[in-house]
């Protein structure tokens, strides 16, 4: 139980994730907005705008990370222990230290974002990347080493998963010398998308088969679909983003047109508004009374 619900809340969690970013791209290239400061309207005020400008991504993250924490501790049978007390020692609980130290990275990934948006005095996108980068590349070391005592449809399902990972890393990599490109970051949703859907479907294929019965790792059939359902997924998800960037689309051309007029009704003078000119008139009238001032003085009696 624990190790499917191991494999499905992370899975679901980045490919909501994934979602998301797919949602803000999908923006950005409609409105023609820059990807790493997205425009969102906000109408809040007050208190409750600084609570709206806080990371929400990095928030998101912290949670989930120390949720799946939780969880995995909770699961462990008996004392979660590093080493055991026999002589010589060894060392107990492998993958159950892997798995958490994935879920420690996500939390850090978390508050990375968190202190750049909303500590430091300016984004620092750079720190926001490396972090990204450097989670990505011990995922992936953690998921090689996940492996090595996998075998038949265990070892398939892991394998096509870390050739997900190594492709994001490549395209995380790239990201930090050209932040802003479009391509780029469709290519990294697209994988976070995969990568997500394809951990839910892990746990079903290893450890609750829709079918009821387990996967036989020496037919060859069941290895060969293996590769079959990763394909399907990628058509999946694929077609997602797509329908995710069509509705913004038609929401742009549909909705939009309407929305700014109804703004323009309710404020007709905002965008002519003389309050600019007015301060500036202001400024320049006051030192000329500040000269005048002692000239009165001089010729009152």
């Known amino acids: 139980m624990g190790t499917f619900i191991g494999h499905v809340c992370p899975g679901l969690f980045l490919f909501l994730y994934g979602l998301y970013q797919g949602i803000v791209v999908s923006r950005a290239v409609i409105f023609n907005e820059s990807l790493l400061y997205p425009l ?7 208190r409750w705008a600084r609570l709206w400008k806080i990371s929400c991504e990095g928030l998101l993250k912290i949670v989930a990370g120390s949720l799946l924490v939780i969880y995995e501790i909770s699961c462990t049978h008996g004392e979660l222990t590093l080493m055991n007390r026999e002589l010589p020692p060894r060392f107990m609980y492998p ?30 996108v750079a720190l926001e990347k490396g972090a990204l980068v450097l989670s990505s590349y011990e995922l992936l ?35 930090l010398w050209t932040p802003e490109m479009v391509h780029l970051w469709m290519m990294e949703t697209f994988l976070f998308v995969i990568m997500g859907s394809w951990l839910m479907q892990a746990g079903f294929i ?75 008139l202001q400024e320049v009238e006051q030192p000329e009374k500040e000269d005048q001032a002692p000239l009165l003085a001089k010729n009152s009696p």
Not at 40 to 46: E, M, T, V, Y
Not at 102 to 108: K, P, S
Not at 210 to 239: I, Q
């Open 95 to 124: 993958k159950e230290w892997q798995h958490l130290t994935m879920f420690t990275l996500l939390i850090i990934n978390g508050f990375v974002d968190v202190t750049s948006n909303n500590v430091l005095p300016q984004r620092c």
């Open 141 to 175: 070391l953690l998921l090689v080493s996940h492996v090595k005592e996998s075998s038949g449809i265990e070892l398939q399902v892991h394998s096509l998963l870390i050739s997900v990972v190594f492709l994001l890393l490549l395209v995380l990599t790239a990201e």
């Open 40 to 46: 969102w309207p906000s109408k809040k005020k007050g």
């Open 206 to 280: 290893l450890y609750r088969p829709v079918s009821g019965y387990p996967w036989e790792d020496d037919d060859m059939s069941d290895l060969m679909f293996v590769t079959t359902f990763f394909c399907w997924h990628v058509m999946f998800d694929a077609l997602c983003l797509l329908a995710i960037y069509g509705f913004s689309y038609f929401w742009h051309r549909c909705y939009l047109p309407s929305l700014k007029m109804t703004e323009s009704k309710e404020a007709p003078y905002h965008e002519s508004s003389p309050e600019p000119l007015y301060r500036l």
